[in-house]
T-cell receptor, first 115, second 108 residues
């Protein structure tokens, strides 16, 4: 059974803290994505990666960075968390070129609250 | 930028009813995804289509490229179908643009 696993389902952090959200996939997919989901808005792309050590900015990269040292792992980093980063964060992966070629596989999501 | 509109935003129906959820978009696309999100957050891909119609069990997705419109149908709806259904479109080499979702509640 294919799987995308996000390390934490729920996190509560304080303003200014550094936050790491981890995502691991076991499907040998080239592409991995980080989205955030907020009420009334569609999913918005933060960063994506087509290969190890490669990263591309999505629509809303400000305040975030990412790391992809191994093919199966894609980490989202909030260097200094702020209250407007309170959100649901979703990781996804897919095979092939970007999101063009087929099915997206999502993790269960990480709900982050920044106090 | 592609605009994606879903309707209705919320839908409540009785078990067994035929369900239709609509998705309209503003510019030409290469593919359209239908996704299902259950309470708790996990998202499952239901369909990806670029033309015509696809069927999987009680779910049917159709797309009309000329009218820039897609529908997701559920036959013989069941309470376990209760979820948020999300449409997402891909235009050229752009990234996916997501709709805000349709919240479906099926009452036993």
């Amino acid at each position: 059974d294919v799987k995308v696993t996000q390390s934490s389902r729920y996190l509560v952090k304080r303003t200014g803290e550094k936050v790491f959200l981890e995502c691991v996939q076991d499907m040998d997919h080239e592409n991995m994505f980080w989205y955030r989901q907020d009420p009334g808005l569609g999913l918005r792309l933060i960063y994506f990666s087509y290969d190890v050590k490669m990263k591309e900015k999505g629509d809303i990269p400000e305040g975030y960075s990412v790391s992809r040292e191994k093919k199966e792992r894609f980490s989202l980093i909030l260097e200094s968390a702020s209250t407007n980063q309170t959100s649901m964060y979703l990781c996804a992966s897919s095979r092939g070129l970007a999101e063009l070629t087929g099915e997206l596989f999502f993790g269960e999501g990480s709900r982050l609250t920044v106090l | 930028k592609n605009e994606v509109e879903q309707s209705p935003q919320n839908l409540t129906a009785q078990e067994g009813e035929f369900i239709t959820i609509n998705c309209s978009y503003s510019v030409g696309i290469s593919a359209l995804h239908w996704l299902q999100q259950h309470p708790g957050g996990g998202i499952v891909s239901l369909f990806m289509l670029s033309s015509g119609k696809k069927k999987h069990g009680r779910l049917i997705a159709t797309i009309n490229i000329q009218e820039k419109h897609s529908s997701l149908h559920i036959t013989a709806s069941h309470p376990r179908d209760s979820a948020v259904y999300i449409c997402a479109v891909l235009a050229g080499n752009e990234k996916l643009t997501f709709g805000t979702g349709t919240r479906l509640t099926i009452i036993p």
